[in-house]
């Protein structure tokens, strides 16, 4: 999630295994038993085990296979304003590809530390961090995160060769050959969704959106301060393109979450929300902390254990997985679509609980807009909302990025204009 992506940790140092290893997953002593989770077995969860829960009221439910392709952007515009989450099935990802792409992923949690520590976060040519890592949000909560995360740019970059090849250099990298192809799936199903999400606020496509971003180009970059990314623009367009093409990008992130005993009381709150809510907040551990993604649309694959939750009407809902479409993914509004919508569509706070008897493997692809693109409400929204002014300042995905990982409460709320 961008927000996911990972931070380095603070302690890394080559020859010191004990830190390395600590900034990857807490030290043995203070680890629970690992009883890992067979996803194709026949122990997998039932309604009789507690794990099978309510959805909470309607989520939508959307048929990306509907022949009214006029009705389909409806229903994606009205989940978008309505829920800012949903769940798409029948969206032509082969549930082969994606039960490869788990398998390969607790391979990869499985790798004992010595082999993690070869693939440690570090900051790409995009401005972001790859690799093994804690979730960035934990340093704002006093809960220890009870999952270990690996980030993986996907095309155009070659973040996935690089960090696989880290990991199995010397035989024939088969993550790699895997990851790339569903990493290739998920892209075509996200630019599916984003088209559907665009015709939905009125934009013709994609390729409209970024003629529009490329006016912007170069014209915004007073308030970068980050020294890294001063020459990413040239390297991210599609030079061949004679559409002048932005690439828009996505990131292959995995989330693992052992079994944990101890967990948050249901009351916490992501700080911020409640004034109090940092004097109460417990000292025991959490999967996920509360959060919104700093993405235009998240796609997430959870497996068959549940512990997704999202926040609606001032209560925590559990999102579980469908039993009759394994294969079906959630969808997350990301903070960048809430800017382009001018608020209309708002990012959904979310949070992963951690299961007490069963590890828990999810899948996020996280897309989002091109680096040298700047991001503004589009014209169609804002012309069509009350006061027909933007509610948000153009910004760059990296500025967002660079701002929100120092100041994680309120970031978007920076970016709102004074009008």
């Keep these: 999630m961008a927000s996911l992506v990972l931070e380095p940790p603070a302690s890394y140092s080559p020859d010191s295994l004990p830190a390395v290893d600590y900034n990857i997953w807490p030290p ?3 680890r629970p038993p690992c009883h890992h989770h067979h996803e194709h077995s026949s122990s997998s969860p039932s309604p009789s085990s507690g794990l099978s829960l309510p959805l909470p009221d ?71 961090f790859e690799g093994f890592g804690k979730p960035l949000v934990g340093k704002f909560f006093k809960s220890l995160m009870w999952s270990e995360g690996l980030t993986m740019a996907g095309y155009p970059t070659t973040g996935i060769a690089d960090i696989t090849d880290k990991l199995c250099p010397d035989e024939k990298n088969g993550y790699r050959e895997a990851l790339e192809e569903y ?10 969704l984003m088209e559907a999400v665009l ?19 170069g014209n915004d970059d007073n308030n970068h301060n980050d020294d890294d990314d001063d020459d990413i623009t ?39 929300i409640d004034n109090n809510m940092m004097s109460s907040m417990s000292s025991t551990t959490m999967g996920l902390p509360a959060h919104t993604d700093s993405t235009c649309l998240t796609i997430l694959h959870q497996g068959s254990v549940p512990g997704l939750q999202i926040f609606r009407h001032g209560l925590w809902h559990p999102l579980p997985p469908l039993p009759y479409h394994k294969d079906s993914f959630v969808i997350h509004v990301g903070d960048m679509l809430q800017v ?27 897309y989002l807009p091109p680096i040298e693109a700047t991001i503004a409400p589009i014209s169609e929204v804002v012309s069509s909302s009350e006061g027909k002014k933007p509610m948000y300042k153009p910004l ?7 701002f929100r990982n120092k100041n994680f409460v309120g970031a978007l709320e920076h970016f709102k204009t004074s009008s």
Excluded at 236 to 249: E, G, Q, Y
């Design 28 to 30: 043995e002593e203070l």
């Design 58 to 128: 309607v989520v939508p439910i959307i048929d990306l296979h509907e022949e009214d392709m006029h009705l389909m952007v409806q229903k994606i515009a009205s989940a978008c304003e309505n829920w800012g989450v949903f769940y798409v099935v029948n969206h032509g990802v082969h549930e082969s590809l994606v039960a490869r792409a788990r398998e390969l992923g607790l391979q990869l949690f499985s790798l004992p530390a010595d082999f993690k520590q070869k693939a440690m976060p570090i900051r790409n040519q995009a401005g972001f």
């Design 183 to 192: 990493d290739a799936a998920l892209r075509g199903l996200a630019a599916r």
């Design 199 to 217: 015709a939905g606020m009125g934009v013709e496509d994609t390729a409209q959106l970024d003629r529009r971003m490329l006016l912007h180009v």
């Design 234 to 272: 040239s390297k991210t367009i599609n030079s061949s393109s004679s559409s002048s093409r932005l690439l828009w990008r996505g990131v292959v992130h995995l989330n693992h979450y052992p079994p944990c005993p101890a967990q948050p009381p249901a009351e916490m709150r992501m700080v911020g």
């Design 340 to 366: 382009l919508s001018n608020g209309k569509y708002k990012s959904i706070l979310h949070r992963a609980v951690a299961n007490k008897t069963m590890s828990r493997l999810s899948l996020a692809y996280l």
């Design 396 to 402: 760059k995905w990296l500025e967002y990025y660079n």
